[in-house]
């Protein structure tokens, strides 16, 4: 049956004028197959460093830092959210409506960055720093680090400079770093007061001004980076921009020492840190073949943000988050579907696109419950919450901007001591409303987060209930 699959593809190759040689490029339908799916690997490899290098360009596309239905401020300069992501951000897919984010973009390319991490009073928080390819390599917070006052010297794969002896050293892998904080907000009330104090202790200084006055410096905004999505921008880029844009990326952002073998088997394509990739050489076959990977690359990203799933009871729970290794496929559809995702031990997110009856949830035709038993919420030694998504993954405009529900809202619990989530897009009533998920007239998606979930979440012993069709 193989044999037979490559025959064909040869077949209709050469009955299309296109097993001949180009530029010195053997053409025949097996080789151009198998140049394409090479190319296909290395266009999801890519795909982590390339959007993160966009969304650091529209995140940081602004002369100062905003904080106000956007989350933007300029290249190394930190922004606090003092209110939740709404159904107008569009910045990242997925936002959570449990912490407020504090971010900050960095190029470590001519300086360190020196972080200071105020005492939290036992508050829960996170700090994690991703590299360029979207791994957690530091993950500072009350799991890891405490939540004593931290301060830290974030420096770059090349810097070689003396490090104070006041500060604890952090080598980043690539010099673009992503910080997102996040911190855990109990009410409004909450936030405006005890979490936006520990926030304005949350301090980014260049080590050659730290511990000297500092003002940072205003951002240059570059009118022509497109006001799309970094998703739309990225699949939008020829496969030749797409490339080579990666080549010029990987000089300061390094690939892995891991990556070594798929490193090896790119350069042939002319992809590799600093190289060119020409198009022109590849046969007419594989250029008309590579001109469409980024249409089909939509998609393949989009099915591999499952990657190491577990599904259970209409649930897809993924396993090996934030620190990816080999698992490219997995690595590259994280970031198309849910970019900055934490380690597990930090947080674990199952998400749902279908009922009890394998059905894809649609509020338009359907009311649905979700049902813990007294005793069995989520097992978490933070705390949990579940969110509604559009099928795009953004928050979903309702009635009352309520975007999440979970363990710090005063859910009413049944007298059994079990708990009911409605999930529906028409007011459930007075007496149920407190448990009121609101949905939309239409599709849409769920996501569960578990905050420093606990041993029989890692280990596999626990998973959500399905969420039913209510009767």
Not at 78 to 103: C, E, G, I, Q
Not at 152 to 157: E, H, R, V
Not at 368 to 387: C, E, I, R
């Amino acid at each position: 049956m193989k044999n037979l699959f490559y025959l064909l593809i040869i077949v209709i190759l050469t009955s299309c004028g296109q097993g001949q040689e180009k530029s010195g490029t053997t053409t025949d339908g097996a080789s151009d197959y198998a140049t394409i799916q090479t190319a296909k690997e290395a266009y999801e490899f890519g795909f982590p460093l390339v959007v993160m290098h966009v969304t650091k360009q529209v995140m940081t596309n602004v002369e100062r830092p905003i904080s106000e239905g956007r989350l933007l401020a300029p290249v190394n300069q930190l922004v606090n959210a003092n209110t939740f992501p709404n159904d107008k951000f569009r910045d990242v897919v997925r936002p959570n409506n449990d912490t407020y984010y504090s971010m900050a973009w960095l190029d470590l390319e001519q300086d360190p960055m020196v972080l200071q991490l105020p005492n939290t009073g036992d508050r829960y928080y996170l700090f994690p720093m991703l590299d360029a390819w979207t791994n957690v390599f530091f993950s500072p917070g009350k799991r890891t680090t405490g939540t004593e006052t931290q301060t830290y010297l974030i420096s770059g794969p090349k810097w070689t400079g003396t490090v104070p002896a006041s500060l604890k050293q952090v080598k980043a892998p690539t010099n673009i770093v992503w910080l997102v904080g996040r911190t855990q907000v109990n009410s409004e009330q909450d936030g405006a007061t005890v979490v936006k104090k520990i926030q304005d202790g949350y301090k980014l200084t260049p080590l050659s001004a730290y511990g000297k006055p500092y003002t940072p410096p205003t951002g240059t905004v570059d009118k022509t980076i497109p006001q799309k999505s970094p998703n739309d921008i990225v699949t939008g880029m020829s496969i030749a921009d797409y490339f080579n844009l990666l080549n010029q990326l990987m000089i300061n952002n390094p690939p892995a020492p891991a990556d070594a073998e798929m490193m090896k088997k790119l350069a042939p394509l002319g992809i590799a840190p600093g190289a060119t990739f020409d198009l022109a050489k590849f046969s007419q076959a594989e250029q008309d073949s590579m001109s469409t990977i980024p249409s089909w690359a939509k998609a393949d990203l989009h099915k591999n943000a499952l990657g190491n799933a577990k599904a259970v009871n209409g649930w897809s729970v993924n396993y090996g988050l934030g620190s990816y290794g080999m698992a490219y496929k997995q690595r590259g559809g994280v970031a198309f579907g849910g970019l900055g995702a934490n380690l597990d031990a930090d947080a674990m997110y199952p998400s749902s696109f279908t009922d009890a009856d394998g059905q894809e949830y649609d509020g338009s035709k359907h009311n649905y419950v979700l049902h813990f038993d007294g005793g069995k919420q989520p097992p978490v030694n933070a705390f949990w919450s579940l969110t509604m998504y559009s099928p795009e993954g953004f928050l979903v405009t309702n009635s009352i901007s309520r975007f999440a529900i979970g363990d710090r809202n005063p859910l009413k619990k049944n007298a059994d001591g079990s708990v009911d989530i409605y999930i529906q897009k028409d007011d459930p009533g007075k007496d149920k409303q407190n448990n009121w998920l609101p949905a939309p007239n239409g599709p849409f998606n769920l996501l569960l987060r578990m905050y420093w979930p606990k041993e029989e979440v890692l280990n596999k012993h626990w998973s959500p209930p399905a969420v039913k069709k209510q009767a």
